[in-house]
């Protein structure tokens, strides 16, 4: 089975900041590769899907990159909407894993 | 407008059965690939089944024959079976519309989850 491993596993940045949260398959996935968010008591919302391209709605300000093996999550200007947990989930096998995820508090 | 709705959810012993629905609206279920995640409290997610447009289903290995997908196509809803179940079963299930394309697939949209409670 293919494990997903995300860093760090919490994270507190401000308002404006400039945030890279990483994602490690245990081996290659390609570019099948996609992110969630979730905010507390509410369901997980694709952000990014075959690792870079940006859902329809989604704001520009996250981004998505990598391939193979590492993967990057990018909001390049945090903002207070943005505070939440992420979570990288791989669809290269067919049995689908999801990081442990990344909750991003406000400093 | 695109949306699930899960219901069934609740507390039940161990070594009960439950079962949940999905009802879908805004496209059809028996046309697209479902899955079933869950989230154990305070856990990561958990991807326990899908169901496919032709009908084939797999499972989580935490799940295999316990659990049981299926769906009602007159009724465009989804269903998981539950049989004995575990404590550690306990978590808030949601259903989701597994998008599948060439790059791969992904969940899109998500129901607002049901919470599965396994107790004495």
New interface residues.
Partial sequence: DIQMTQSPSSLSASVGDRVTITCRASQSISSYLNWYQQKPGKAPKLLIYAASSLQSGVPSRFSGSGSGTDFTLTISSLQPEDFATYYCQQSYSTLVAFGQGTKLEIK | EVQLVESGGGLVQPGGSLRLSCAASGFTVSSNYM?W?RQAPGK????VS?IYSGGST?Y?DSVKGRFTISRDNSKNTLYLQMNSLRAEDTAVY?CARD?R?A???????????TLVTVSS
């Avoid at chain 2, 791969?104 to 998500?110: K, T």
Wanted: hydrophobic share 45%; glycine share 18%.
């Fill in positions: 899955s995640v990561g997610l958990e991807w899908v797999y989580a949601y998008v394309t790059m791969g697939n992904w969940f899109d949209p998500w129901g607002q989850g």
